[in-house]
T-cell receptor, first 111, second 113 residues
Framework: RKEVEQDPGPFNVPEGATVAFNCTYS??????FFWYRQDCRKEPKLLMS???SGNEDGRFTAQLNRASQYISLLIRDSKLSDSATYLC????????????FGKGTKLSVIP | DAGITQSPRHKVTETGTPVTLRCHQT?????MYWYRQDPGHGLRLIHY???????DKGEVSDGYSVSRSKTEDFLLTLESATSSQTSVYFC????????????FGPGTRLTVL
């Protein structure tokens, strides 16, 4: 079974800190990767897509390392509002339209 | 936000009763999915659909059936609910933009007593 693994945390960081999460995947055929953010008792919401080596959106940077089969998410200048669970996901191969999700990493940003 | 609704949003039922959850989309996405999310397990795929009347099993399909008679609706049925099916159920859609990005509905919280 193809796996996506994440450190469950929790990561407790002060406001303004930089925090990084890693996610490893076992399916070498995976082409597309995603980071989702999930607030307590809410649905996952897409944060970033990662199709090649990386992607940046404001304070968030996602990187893909195909050789070592991991993706990372870097959050700079953490805000209280960044507190959530972050899920990574990878597809099951080109054109599969199925995703395998990690169990999530919980982040708490502390004042 | 993607136009996805789920109904009901909350349901409490008793063991042995049938339950049907509905997912409705207004985005004309080809693919629709049902997941369950439980502590310690994350999101697990139950069934998915790749078109009207085209469905397939996911990782945890035992005890569940699905139907898709229209592009916009995907139904999940628990034929005889068990306490192990107490969970949060999410519907997701993808495929309209030729990527496999999935967008999630708000979820249904189901409790089986």
């Amino acid at each position: 079974r193809k796996e996506v693994e994440q450190d469950p945390g929790p990561f407790n960081v002060p406001e303004g800190a930089t925090v990084a999460f890693n996610c490893t995947y076992s399916n070498s055929a995976s082409q597309s990767f995603f980071w989702y953010r999930q607030d307590c008792r809410k649905e996952p919401k897409l944060l970033m897509s990662v199709y090649s080596s990386g992607n940046e959106d404001g304070r968030f940077t996602a990187q893909l390392n195909r050789a070592s089969q991991y993706i990372s998410l870097l959050i700079r200048d953490s805000k209280l509002s960044d507190s959530a669970t972050y899920l990574c996901a990878g597809d099951s191969g080109a054109g599969s339209y199925q995703l395998t999700f990690g169990k999530g990493t919980k982040l708490s940003v502390i004042p | 936000d993607a136009g996805i609704t789920q109904s009901p949003r909350h349901k409490v039922t008793e063991t042995g009763t049938p339950v049907t959850l509905r997912c409705h989309q207004t985005e004309n996405h080809r693919y629709m999915y049902w997941y369950r999310q439980d502590p310690g397990h994350g999101l697990r795929l139950i069934h998915y659909s790749y078109g009207v009347k085209d469905t397939d099993k996911g990782e945890v399909s035992d005890g569940y059936s699905v139907s898709r008679s229209k592009t916009e609706d995907f139904l999940l049925t628990l034929e005889s609910a068990t306490s192990s099916q107490t969970s949060v159920y999410f519907c997701a859609i993808s495929g309209a933009d030729s990527t496999d990005t999935q967008y999630f509905g708000p979820g249904t919280r189901l409790t089986v007593l």
